[in-house]
């Protein structure tokens, strides 16, 4: 520093390698879910989504990728709902395409069992980039259970 406030432009070099540290990043990494886990996580996420969201979806797809856990809902069409003009579908067929087009709600990232029960980070899907983004529990905790999760992605059930 030559002055008050003032760097030298050998203090201010950006070419010089930063050194390397650790960061604690719930939205990467992971470890593959056990058959256990995802049996387990399943059995519950559908029981809690029974008691809590009831009539709000027809049904849930729940599936298991390597340390992912995807969640999606389908709902019955609206009957008032027809088809967009020179489209060429009948009415049946638009309701039926409409009854199996999934409704991406969040994906959890296991974070294994040394995090206890909030063992899993979440990802909120945004239909805006069509893409999972990392998201907090509405605890603002960054990690939490599945039920939780269920309760962050549900605004796509509220109608």
């Known amino acids: 520093m030559t002055g008050a406030g003032v760097f030298t432009a050998s203090q201010c070099d950006t070419r010089r390698p930063m050194k390397k540290r650790w960061v604690l990043d ?3 990494g992971g470890t593959k879910i056990p058959d256990a886990v995802q ?9 809690y989504a029974a008691k809590r969201y009831k009539g709000r979806y027809a049904r849930l797809d729940i599936r298991f990728k390597g340390q992912f856990c995807y969640i999606d809902a389908y709902q019955e069409p609206d009957k008032s709902q027809k088809p967009y003009p020179g489209s060429g579908e009948t009415v ?10 999934p409704i991406h709600l969040f994906r959890l990232r296991y974070c294994g069992p040394h995090h206890g029960p909030k063992c899993w980070s979440l ?3 945004t239909y805006s980039h069509e893409k999972y983004e990392p998201s907090f529990f509405r605890s603002g905790e960054m990690y939490g259970t599945a039920e939780e999760g269920l309760d962050v992605g549900a605004v796509y059930l509220e109608g």
């Not at 049996?39 to 029981?47: I, P, V």
């Not at 049946?92 to 087009?101: D, I, K, M, P």
């Open 26 to 28: 719930p939205h990467s």
């Open 39 to 47: 049996q387990e996580t399943t059995r519950r996420l559908l029981a």
């Open 92 to 101: 049946a067929e638009f309701h039926e395409r409409l009854r199996n087009t």
């Open 123 to 125: 990802g909120f899907y």
